[in-house]
């Protein structure tokens, strides 16, 4: 079975500045999904950013980039200029062949001001 | 227009009670899911139907009984409600995907925050 792990409960960054939330997972598959995903306090789940794992090439949205190591199994989201908005609780997931989404634990993110 | 829309929002209700949870969607999608998250925002996938058949069914206890009268709707039924059913419930909208190949995206209601007192 897939899992998808975020080591990290919680991590706080400056407004304006750039933060990066990790994100591991193990999987035995070559063709599926990763996502990064945004609870914010309103509870709404938000997709962030999507990377198919065929691509090479890392998957970018205005300030949100991945870096994606398909070889270690290594999926970290990139938060340039954070804004106060950005706080909230990020998801982790993969989609593979069992066609679920499998979420990791999350991490809290706090913006300061 | 709210695309998955979830009622009721907030429920609280006494252990041993039965309810019902509803969800809609306009989307015209094919697919839906309930998902639970606990306590600690674990969130996990619980029923997945794809024109009204069962597709996905997770290790749920039988208490839990989805029900999808037409493909926009898929109810949440939870008999004999526990302290540990307390959670937040979510359901999902998406057109269905080719396995590990081709993923649509998942629309998600707003959620409904049961307490079980």
């Known amino acids: 079975a897939q899992t998808v792990t975020q080591s990290q409960p919680e991590m706080s960054v400056q407004e304006a500045e750039t933060v990066t939330l990790s994100c591991t997972y193990d999987t035995s598959e070559s063709d599926y999904y990763l996502f990064w995903y945004k609870q914010p306090p309103s509870r709404q789940m938000i997709l962030v950013i999507r990377?198919?794992?065929?691509?090479?090439q890392n998957a970018t949205e205005n300030r949100f980039s991945v870096n994606f190591q398909k070889a270690a199994k290594s999926f970290s989201l990139k938060i340039s200029d954070s804004q106060l908005g950005d706080a909230a609780m990020y998801f982790c997931?993969?989609?593979?062949?069992?066609?679920?989404?499998?979420f990791g634990k999350g991490i809290t993110l706090s913006v300061r001001p | 227009d709210t695309a998955v829309s979830q009622t009721p929002k907030y429920l609280v209700t006494q252990m041993g009670n039965d309810k019902s949870i509803k969800c809609e969607q306009n989307l015209g999608h094919d697919t839906m899911y309930w998902y639970k998250q606990d306590s600690k925002k674990f969130l996990k996938i619980m029923f997945s139907y794809n024109n009204k058949e069962l597709i996905i069914n997770e290790t749920v206890p039988n208490r839990f009984s989805p029900k999808s009268p037409d493909k926009a709707h898929l109810n949440l039924h939870i008999n004999s409600l526990e302290l540990g059913d307390s959670a937040v419930y979510f359901c999902?909208?998406?057109?269905?995907?080719?396995?590990?190949?081709?993923?649509?995206?998942?629309?998600f209601g707003p959620g409904t925050r049961l307490t079980v007192l």
């Open positions: 997931a993969y989609w593979g062949a069992n066609s679920k989404l499998t």
């Open positions: 999902a909208s998406s057109q269905p995907g080719i396995r590990g190949v081709i993923y649509n995206e998942q629309f």
């Open positions: 990377q198919e794992a065929y691509k090479q």
